[in-house]
Protein backbone atom coordinates (compact mmCIF):
# COMPACT_ATOMS: atom_id res chain seq x y z
CA UNK A 1 0.00 0.00 0.00
CA UNK A 2 1.62 3.34 -1.09
CA UNK A 3 0.62 6.49 0.47
CA UNK A 4 -0.19 9.31 -1.92
CA UNK A 5 -2.06 12.72 -2.04
CA UNK A 6 -3.67 14.23 0.97
CA UNK A 7 -3.04 11.48 3.71
CA UNK A 8 1.01 11.44 3.08
CA UNK A 9 0.87 15.12 3.63
CA UNK A 10 -0.89 14.53 6.51
CA UNK A 11 1.23 12.02 8.22
CA UNK A 12 4.09 14.46 7.46
CA UNK A 13 2.77 17.22 9.29
CA UNK A 14 1.56 15.12 12.57
CA UNK A 15 5.76 14.02 12.18
CA UNK A 16 7.04 17.40 12.38
CA UNK A 17 4.47 18.49 14.39
CA UNK A 18 5.45 15.76 17.30
CA UNK A 19 8.61 15.84 16.43
CA UNK A 20 8.60 19.52 17.62
CA UNK A 21 6.37 18.98 20.59
CA UNK A 22 8.78 16.38 21.38
CA UNK A 23 11.99 18.46 20.92
CA UNK A 24 10.58 21.10 23.43
CA UNK A 25 9.46 19.44 25.76
CA UNK A 26 12.76 17.60 26.44
CA UNK A 27 15.03 20.85 26.07
CA UNK A 28 12.83 22.39 29.21
CA UNK A 29 13.15 18.89 30.96
CA UNK A 30 16.37 19.03 30.40
CA UNK A 31 17.13 22.04 31.81
CA UNK A 32 15.16 21.36 34.83
CA UNK A 33 17.39 18.20 35.28
CA UNK A 34 20.34 20.53 34.96
CA UNK A 35 19.46 22.54 37.89
CA UNK A 36 19.20 19.45 40.11
CA UNK A 37 22.10 18.09 39.50
CA UNK A 38 24.71 19.01 42.40
CA UNK A 39 27.22 21.65 42.47
CA UNK A 40 30.64 21.64 44.31
CA UNK A 41 29.12 21.90 47.92
CA UNK A 42 26.60 19.18 47.17
CA UNK A 43 23.58 20.82 46.82
CA UNK A 44 22.02 21.89 43.38
CA UNK A 45 20.25 25.12 42.59
CA UNK A 46 16.42 24.00 43.66
CA UNK A 47 17.91 22.37 46.97
CA UNK A 48 19.56 25.91 47.81
CA UNK A 49 16.28 27.87 46.39
CA UNK A 50 14.24 25.72 49.14
CA UNK A 51 16.71 26.06 51.95
CA UNK A 52 16.28 30.09 51.16
CA UNK A 53 12.66 29.78 51.29
CA UNK A 54 12.46 27.67 54.21
CA UNK A 55 15.13 29.82 56.54
CA UNK A 56 12.62 33.05 55.61
CA UNK A 57 9.46 31.55 55.45
CA UNK A 58 8.69 33.37 59.06
CA UNK A 59 8.97 36.68 57.13
CA UNK A 60 6.76 36.20 54.03
CA UNK A 61 3.81 37.98 54.96
CA UNK A 62 0.56 38.17 53.14
CA UNK A 63 1.28 41.34 52.16
CA UNK A 64 4.74 40.29 50.87
CA UNK A 65 3.01 37.27 48.86
CA UNK A 66 0.18 39.61 47.28
CA UNK A 67 3.44 41.69 45.99
CA UNK A 68 5.06 38.66 44.61
CA UNK A 69 2.51 37.27 42.86
CA UNK A 70 1.47 40.59 41.71
CA UNK A 71 5.25 41.18 40.04
CA UNK A 72 4.69 37.56 38.12
CA UNK A 73 1.19 38.22 36.75
CA UNK A 74 3.32 38.51 32.93
CA UNK A 75 4.69 34.74 33.34
CA UNK A 76 2.75 32.30 31.31
CA UNK A 77 0.76 30.70 33.88
CA UNK A 78 2.57 27.79 33.51
CA UNK A 79 5.98 28.92 33.94
CA UNK A 80 4.39 31.03 37.24
CA UNK A 81 5.06 28.64 39.87
CA UNK A 82 8.67 27.97 39.01
CA UNK A 83 9.55 31.87 38.41
CA UNK A 84 7.70 32.04 42.48
CA UNK A 85 9.83 29.71 43.36
CA UNK A 86 12.77 31.13 42.22
CA UNK A 87 12.23 34.55 42.97
CA UNK A 88 11.26 33.75 46.60
CA UNK A 89 14.94 31.20 46.61
CA UNK A 90 16.54 34.77 45.85
CA UNK A 91 14.73 36.97 47.72
CA UNK A 92 15.32 34.54 51.24
CA UNK A 93 18.86 34.74 50.06
CA UNK A 94 19.30 38.25 49.74
CA UNK A 95 17.21 38.30 53.32
CA UNK A 96 19.49 35.79 54.61
CA UNK A 97 22.95 37.66 53.79
CA UNK A 98 21.46 41.32 54.81
CA UNK A 99 20.32 39.43 57.99
CA UNK A 100 17.10 41.10 57.86
CA UNK A 101 14.38 41.01 60.76
CA UNK A 102 11.62 42.14 58.35
CA UNK A 103 10.95 41.96 54.72
CA UNK A 104 10.89 45.21 52.93
CA UNK A 105 9.77 46.29 49.30
CA UNK A 106 12.85 46.29 48.10
CA UNK A 107 14.00 42.90 48.90
CA UNK A 108 11.26 41.92 46.94
CA UNK A 109 11.65 44.12 43.86
CA UNK A 110 15.75 43.27 43.96
CA UNK A 111 14.92 39.37 44.87
CA UNK A 112 13.17 40.03 41.07
CA UNK A 113 15.37 41.45 39.55
CA UNK A 114 18.04 40.02 40.51
CA UNK A 115 16.44 36.15 39.76
CA UNK A 116 15.19 37.22 36.53
CA UNK A 117 16.86 37.85 33.20
CA UNK A 118 17.82 40.96 31.94
CA UNK A 119 15.21 40.32 29.10
CA UNK A 120 12.65 40.31 31.46
CA UNK A 121 13.34 43.35 33.33
CA UNK A 122 11.48 45.16 30.88
CA UNK A 123 8.13 43.51 31.96
CA UNK A 124 9.35 44.36 35.67
CA UNK A 125 9.65 48.06 34.83
CA UNK A 126 6.48 47.98 33.15
CA UNK A 127 4.71 46.45 36.22
CA UNK A 128 6.53 48.54 38.59
CA UNK A 129 4.95 51.73 36.45
CA UNK A 130 1.30 49.88 36.64
CA UNK A 131 1.60 50.14 40.65
CA UNK A 132 2.80 53.44 40.45
CA UNK A 133 6.30 52.55 42.20
CA UNK A 134 9.16 54.69 41.14
CA UNK A 135 11.72 52.82 39.60
CA UNK A 136 15.13 54.92 40.45
CA UNK A 137 16.08 53.60 43.68
CA UNK A 138 16.57 50.06 42.01
CA UNK A 139 18.22 50.95 38.56
CA UNK A 140 21.88 49.81 40.52
CA UNK A 141 20.19 46.45 40.64
CA UNK A 142 19.28 46.41 37.08
CA UNK A 143 22.77 46.92 35.68
CA UNK A 144 24.28 44.04 37.14
Known amino acids: MALEGWF ?4 LFWVVVLVGLF ?4 FFMFRKFLKSMPKKDGLSDLNWEE ?12 EEKAMLN ?3 QPVP ?5 VAKQKIAGKIGQI ?10 LEHII ?9 RDHKFLRKKLAEMQID ?8 EK
Open 110 to 118: RGYIEATPK
Open 8 to 11: LWFI
Open 77 to 81: DLFRP
Open 51 to 62: YYVDKTIHLWGT
Open 70 to 72: ELV
Open 95 to 104: LLEEKAKKMK
Open 23 to 26: AIGG
Open 135 to 142: VNPYEQYF
